[in-house]
């Protein structure tokens, strides 16, 4: 069962562009969505996390939109860089039914970046 | 602090062998997660504990497959007999119960 349904498989991007990447969920019970960033060979690397009582949050060029009603949150990437060129994983978990990080993983995005 | 700790980090072993993979959680953290990466099946969590204590083993996908965590600073993810279809890479997280996970380097397994 697809818990977590990710969208696009593939993307590539100019450089300065703008990166987005949708993801939708089922369980309504799942309130902490974090994104992952992984770079070949490496273990996934935590980016930037949402709970739902927020629509937006910000690091840096990274921006994590959320949309409760509709069950969808995204990533965009701003002024993306060649650096950024990786494979991009939402994930969902419900801590408050004590489920802590037990995440339920998106299929991935592989961004690139290109100049 | 070095990070979560792997090993080892590539595996090549013989169909029907047993395969022990390690991890070292980050020091202080009290939840460890054992997940799988293929390209099929994408990243799945195996098993995952709290205060050394299984607490979800439900994606276990075998009795082939066990996990231990004897202490607060080691837990084993073993094989016992080792199949082809078991390739792929496994990573180890651990985290804080309502902190962020945090991921070893993963050790890819190849069952030949």
């Known amino acids: 069962q697809q818990q977590v349904k990710q969208s696009p498989q593939s993307l590539i991007v100019q450089k300065g562009g703008i990166s987005i990447i949708n993801c939708a969920y089922e369980?309504?019970?799942?309130?902490?969505f974090p994104w992952y960033q992984q770079f070949p060979g490496k273990g996934p690397a935590l980016l930037i996390a949402i709970r739902p009582d927020v629509s937006e949050k910000k690091e840096g060029r990274f921006t994590i939109s959320f949309n409760k009603s509709a069950k969808q949150f995204s990533l965009h990437i701003m002024d993306s860089q060649p650096g950024d060129s990786a494979t991009y994983f939402c994930?969902?978990?419900?801590?408050?039914?004590?489920?802590?990080?037990?995440?339920?993983f998106g299929t991935g995005t592989q961004l690139k970046v290109e100049l | 602090d070095a990070g979560v700790i792997q090993s080892p980090r590539h595996e090549v072993t013989e169909m029907g062998q047993e395969v022990t993979l390690r991890c070292k959680p980050i020091?202080?953290?009290?939840?460890l997660f054992w997940y799988r990466q293929t390209m099929m099946r994408g990243l799945e969590l195996l098993i995952y504990?709290?205060?050394?204590?299984?607490?979800?083993d439900s994606g276990m996908p075998e009795d082939r497959f066990s996990a231990k965590m004897p202490n607060a600073s080691f837990s084993t993810l073993k094989i016992q007999p080792s199949e082809p279809r078991d390739s792929a890479v496994y990573f180890c997280?651990?985290?804080?119960?309502?902190?962020?996970?945090?991921f070893g380097q993963g050790t890819r397994l190849t069952v030949v």
């Open positions: 020091s202080g953290h009290n939840s």
């Open positions: 504990f709290n205060n050394n204590v299984p607490i979800d």
């Open positions: 369980n309504t019970a799942f309130d902490y």
């Open positions: 997280a651990s985290s804080l119960v309502a902190g962020d996970a945090f």
């Open positions: 994930a969902a978990a419900e801590r408050g039914r004590g489920g802590g990080n037990k995440l339920t």
